[in-house]
């Protein structure tokens, strides 16, 4: 009894090449509106208060 079948293999061989006609088709396709991933923006820039004491009275 071996560890790996024929028939994983034969299922391995036929994901990929499902998986991969399928990527193609995708690629391939053409739309009126194209897939554009947005620009990145930076988050707003917050003071630091690792530094703030909170037990001293003026930062309560």
Known sequence: ???FKADLFRSFA???VVG?????A??????ERPLVI??????PV??????VDP???SNR
């Open 1 to 3: 009894m071996g560890l």
């Open 38 to 43: 947005p620009a990145a923006s930076a988050a």
């Open 55 to 57: 037990a001293l009275p």
């Open 20 to 24: 991969a006609a399928l990527l193609g």
């Open 14 to 16: 036929i994901g990929f």
């Open 26 to 31: 995708g690629m391939s396709m053409k739309s």
């Open 46 to 51: 917050l003071p630091d208060q690792t530094l």
